[in-house]
């Protein structure tokens, strides 16, 4: 008689399914795809940033500066509202240092050049220079990545990746002493006698190195940056930054269209680009899990 050791077990699994089935798509009344789709996606995670704000004292120095570095400290106040989402502000005092560039350019001009000459002398170059003493932005941020880093794989850290978009602002400061700057009246000829004739003729002004410069003041524009928070605590990371201050601008000071006006069409749409580090502190201190 043949024997038939493996029917027995089929049929008692097979005879089973209808109720593991039911066990599954009944679990207290509720479907259990259903009760999977409405839990967190990772369990007792930290919510390093989802409710909590963000003050962040911090260093950051431009990096593409023709004629002068601005190298400023500030502090940076955000709000973050959601993991992804977050509004907030940062504004920076500054001071200036001349650049290479700057340095080779005042040893090549001739203090002595005579009046009217195309190429300003080493004072009327450096006077007609702008800083940019105060500047900062308000904006919202995006963060779509998070995760940890691991480090020689004996530690880990979280952090995050941030963009950043909203309005730039900054305060242009210009000095140029009025004997340097001596032209009340740029761009308008100038009327002399004839020593000849004794008859009044015009003489333009092609000489924009006395005229003064249209450097200074408020400036707005667009703000663009990104960043990465390195967690060292729950309540503390660093923050590395990169940011760009989109503005209207003339840094020389001087006659860049050659018109022989030092005017407003001298300006034009510039990158000011920083590169920054800070320390960011997140309140409250303890932050929150998911379920």
């Known amino acids: 008689m043949k024997s038939y050791p493996l029917v027995l077990p089929a049929f008692i699994l097979l005879t089973s399914v209808p109720a593991l089935a039911q066990e599954v798509d009944d679990d207290g009344g509720r479907n259990v795809a259903t009760s999977l789709a409405e839990q967190p996606a990772v369990r007792h995670r930290l919510l390093l940033v989802r409710g909590r ?33 977050s509004f907030g502000a940062v504004g920076f005092y500054g001071v200036s240092v001349n650049t290479g560039l700057t340095g080779r350019i005042l040893d090549s001009l001739d203090p002595n050049s005579p009046a009217g000459d195309p190429d300003p002398t080493p004072t009327e170059y450096e006077q007609h220079l702008n800083d940019i003493p105060i500047h900062g932005a308000a904006y919202v941020s995006i963060t779509p990545w998070y995760g940890k880093l691991a480090a020689f794989g004996a530690s880990f850290v979280n952090f995050d990746f941030y963009f950043s978009g909203g309005l730039a602002f900054a305060q242009l400061a210009s000095e140029c002493d009025p004997t340097v700057c001596s032209d009340d009246r740029p761009g308008i000829p100038s009327v002399i006698e004839d020593p000849d004739t004794g008859e009044n003729i015009e003489v333009p002004d092609n000489n924009a190195n006395d005229d003064p410069p249209v450097n200074n003041g408020n400036k707005f524009g667009l703000f663009l940056g990104g960043g990465i928070h390195v967690f060292l605590s729950n309540s503390i990371a660093l923050d590395f930054t990169v940011r760009n201050y989109l503005f209207r ?14 005017g407003g069409g001298d300006n034009r749409l510039l ?16 932050p929150d899990r998911t379920p």
């Open 271 to 286: 990158n000011h680009l920083f590169l920054g580090v800070g320390a960011s502190v997140f309140f409250p201190m303890r």
């Open 249 to 262: 601008n003339n840094p020389s000071g001087l006659d860049t269209n050659f018109d022989y006006l030092v």
């Open 53 to 85: 704000f963000e003050l962040t004292p911090a260093f950051e120095a431009n990096v593409n500066a023709d004629y002068k570095y601005t190298l400023s400290g500030g502090l940076r106040a955000e709000y973050h509202l959601s993991d992804m989402l």
